[in-house]
């Protein structure tokens, strides 16, 4: 594409707005310059073009035909260009897009924006969900919700939630499991049971936590590998085994009875924790500030109201960071 060969874009809108309005002060005062400043831009326009676009008169500013000529165009493509940043700013005040785990959206999330919508019915929301970091930056998503250890440069955050876990599975695979123990399920039963993601990272930190000794052999063996724990947690519920799932993201599963917690005093935690962010400039814009005290106020309630404070436990010794699949 050939290169554009454009007068300084300053000299064009001074002398746009001092020929639209006739008069020098008047484009002063819209541009937000002084009179002088209006003055010299145009009389650097007219030096470019080799002819001059006003006839100074007391009190008013007379186009001259070349002046007159240039007018209409200029104007027209200002408007244009006005027409573009105000179908942005539309959209952009209208539509809030949040970006998120897998496992957030599909267990918690998902179940609750409704009731954000319904109280901003002017704000349409779209939610997108992907265990990759997006540039926020660049417009990519409004706000993020992750899992992470926190301390994002250029970000603004907030934690919603320490990130626990512990083994749970469906109430059937428990009581089968227990039936053949012919006693309630322990800690140290975990190792010889059918899990899910055996070579995961946290199993050895669930152990470590509880005082189970756990045999290499038992964390390299075959078993059921899924990309992230919203899989993780329905293959459980599907009776395939032990899976290590945030007690927050599965209360409703476990009222409902399709999930069961053996062990509900037995949660590990490692710095890792679920947070809101987004960029420091985006703080104040309406449906950002909007959606972050909705997101604080729900958030708040969840983890007051989860049984026996699981994620409101301290992480015990030995703090690992270790990134799980969320």
């Known amino acids: 594409m050939p290169m554009r060969r454009l007068p300084p874009l300053a000299a064009i809108r001074a002398f746009e707005a001092a020929a639209r309005t006739e008069n020098f002060t008047a484009a002063a005062a819209e541009l937000g310059m002084t009179q002088a400043a209006v003055s010299y831009q145009v009389k650097s326009l007219e030096e470019r073009l080799g002819a001059p676009l006003f006839v100074r008169e007391k009190g008013r500013a007379r186009l001259t035909p070349l002046g007159a000529r240039l007018l209409p165009a200029l104007s027209s493509a200002f408007d244009s260009i006005e027409a573009a940043f105000a179908s942005h700013r539309e959209e952009d005040e209208t539509l809030l897009s949040v970006t998120t785990t897998h496992t957030f959206a599909n267990t918690w999330l998902a179940w609750r924006l409704g009731s954000f919508q319904m109280d901003h ?3 349409a929301v779209r939610m997108t969900t992907s265990n990759e970091l997006c540039d926020l930056r660049s417009g990519d998503a409004d706000v993020a919700i992750r899992a992470g250890a926190g301390g ?3 970000l603004e955050h907030h934690q919603l939630f320490t990130s626990s876990f512990t083994p749970m599975a469906s109430p059937e695979c428990l009581a089968e499991v227990e039936r053949k123990l012919g006693r309630k399920l322990e800690p140290r039963d975990i190792p010889n049971q059918n899990l899910i993601n055996p070579s995961d990272d946290w199993w050895q930190q669930w152990f470590s936590d509880n005082g189970v000794a756990a045999d290499e052999a ?5 078993g059921i590998r899924l990309e992230n724990q919203a899989n993780e947690g329905h293959a ?3 009776g395939q085994g032990f899976a290590l799932l945030t007690p ?3 209360k409703g599963d476990v009222a409902a009875g399709r999930l069961a917690v053996p062990f509900p005093d037995r949660v590990s935690a490692r710095g890792w924790a679920y947070w809101l962010v987004y960029p420091k400039e985006r703080r104040m814009v309406p449906k950002v500030k909007r959606f972050r005290e909705w997101l604080l106020e729900e958030m708040e309630r969840a983890v007051e109201d989860l049984d026996g404070g699981w ?7 030995g703090a690992m960071q270790i990134s799980r699949p969320s």
Do not use: Q
């Open 121 to 123: 019915p002017d704000l």
């Open 218 to 222: 038992v964390l390299r063996r075959p």
């Open 236 to 238: 459980a519920m599907a």
């Open 311 to 317: 994620s409101r436990k301290e992480p015990g010794r």
């Open 248 to 250: 927050l993201l599965w």
């Open 152 to 154: 994002w440069e250029g």
